[in-house]
């Protein structure tokens, strides 16, 4: 979270002081999306290089968790698709 405000923070005053330039910094929505990815990625490799030897996660895998619970509930899929939908509709309206 701290990484994501610090590079979102330069971003928007690099943004204003027109440093470099205009063009050269990406929609903002999808600078948003470079970060989400990057830091889950972040999040992963230090996760995985600070595990300490023979530790054993008590979660359970993704595989089983869908073998205990069975499928998802058709109230997520609808929220799921509601969120898609008013994305799209937020996209269209102010691209």
């Known amino acids: 979270l701290s990484a994501g ?5 330069g971003r928007g005053i690099s943004y204003l002081t027109g440093f470099p330039n205009q ?3 990406p929609h903002f929505l999808f ?16 996760s995985l290089m600070t595990r300490a030897k023979g530790q054993v996660s008590t ?3 993704l595989k089983e968790s869908y073998l205990t619970h069975g499928k998802t ?4 899929k609808w929220a799921w698709s509601l969120l898609i939908i008013a994305m799209i509709i937020l996209y269209i309206v102010f691209n």
């Open 59 to 61: 979660m359970p895998t």
């Open 23 to 25: 063009e050269f910094w």
């Open 31 to 46: 600078l948003s999306f470079l970060i989400c990815a990057g830091l889950a990625v972040l999040m992963i490799v230090v």
């Open 5 to 9: 405000t610090i590079i979102s923070i």
């Open 73 to 76: 509930a058709a109230s997520v």
